[in-house]
């Protein structure tokens, strides 16, 4: 009895566009045109900045909490943890960054906070 050459099974080719188009192989991490904006995501974005803070990641921190959108409802709270967090980030004289974005970190959460 002669065998069949199996075809393969749509999804499972490199080549298949419908795979490549799936989510967990996209190119990159989830950019902020791919990330929801709504409060379950803001959560999230308070609770990143708050683990990363503890983990003493500044950068990441402030990197977190200014993606927090306007509308959330702990706004305030996180405005004033970004303002602690910048605070550190700018006043550590090791800190990594250099001088033109420290101007920037500074202005943007003036911006922020004045909301």
């Not at 990363?52 to 702990?74: C, F, N, Q, T, V």
């Not at 090791?94 to 909301?115: A, F, H, M, Q, W």
């Amino acid at each position: 009895m002669a065998t069949l050459p199996r075809s393969p099974r749509p999804g499972r080719c490199r080549k298949d566009p419908a795979r490549r188009s799936h989510p967990r192989h996209s190119t990159g991490p989830l950019h902020r045109s791919e990330v929801p904006n709504d409060a379950a995501t803001d959560r999230a974005r308070f609770r990143l900045g708050a683990l990363l803070y503890e983990e003493k990641d500044l950068l990441g921190s402030y990197e977190a909490l200014i993606k927090i959108r306007p509308g959330y409802d702990g706004i305030v709270n996180a405005r004033l943890f970004q303002g602690a967090v910048v605070s550190q980030l700018l006043n550590d004289p090791n800190s990594p960054l250099p001088e033109g974005r420290r101007i920037e970190i500074y202005r943007r959460t003036v911006e922020d906070l004045e909301k």
